[in-house]
């Protein structure tokens, strides 16, 4: 009876599954958080080289725009210097422009009025020198004789020699590394560009 009685009182004990404890589920929660963090810092990581590299590629555009527009210009200005006569091509061979200090007045219109050629390349230059300035930031141009022609020479001065030349220049808005005392510190806008020459075109006779 007392075997029986204590069976009996066994099958009525009731049987406890032991939980798991909460400190693994918290670290799985920790973990999981770590996880979304690494994305999103990678994520804001490339959005950032990507938002770089598309500035730079605006950069290049606009500098590949200014480079074709400017070099259109100095062939303009080329063919109306071979144009003109021999006293008024050598004339033409000493002349400078800076867009930065233009103070020139305008010239009678020759659409309204008759013009001899003189007049004609004067009112035909200072419509240039409009139409350089508004196109080209901070332009400047200098024609004259030169004896080299590569743009490796960066030089608006003028050494005279065989060969007529027109110099273009610009301000390039892209940034550079500052130079000197503070050389790789920080970086500036490239303002003063249009100091030396970009283009450098040989006029030929």
């Not at 990507?50 to 200014?66: P, T």
């Not at 080299?148 to 030089?155: A, C, L, Q």
Request: with cysteine.
């Amino acid at each position: 009876m007392r075997s029986s009685a204590a069976a009996k009182n066994h099958r009525a004990l009731p049987h406890f599954i032991p939980a798991r404890p909460p400190a693994t589920a918290s670290r799985t929660a920790g973990f999981t958080l770590i996880e979304v963090m690494l994305a999103i810092m990678v994520l804001t990581l490339g959005a950032i080289g990507m938002a770089g590299l598309q500035l730079a590629a605006l950069r290049a555009a606009q500098q590949s725009s200014w480079q074709t527009s400017a070099t259109q210009l100095a062939a303009e200005m080329a063919d109306l210097i071979r144009a003109a006569s021999k006293q008024q091509f050598a004339a033409s061979l000493s002349y400078t422009y800076d867009s930065r200090s233009d103070a020139n007045p305008a010239p009678p219109s020759c659409y309204t009025r008759p013009c001899d050629t003189a007049q004609w390349i004067s009112f035909h230059r200072y419509e240039w020198n409009q139409r350089l300035r508004n196109t080209l930031p901070g332009a400047r141009v200098t024609i004259c004789t030169d004896t080299v022609t590569h743009i490796d020479h960066r030089d608006w001065s003028c050494h005279g020699g065989p060969d007529p030349v027109i110099k273009l220049g610009w301000r390039n808005n892209t940034p550079r590394k500052i130079t000197g005392n503070h050389a790789g510190t920080a970086t500036q806008d490239s303002d003063k560009d249009s100091d030396t020459p970009q283009l450098v075109m040989a006029i030929g006779a």
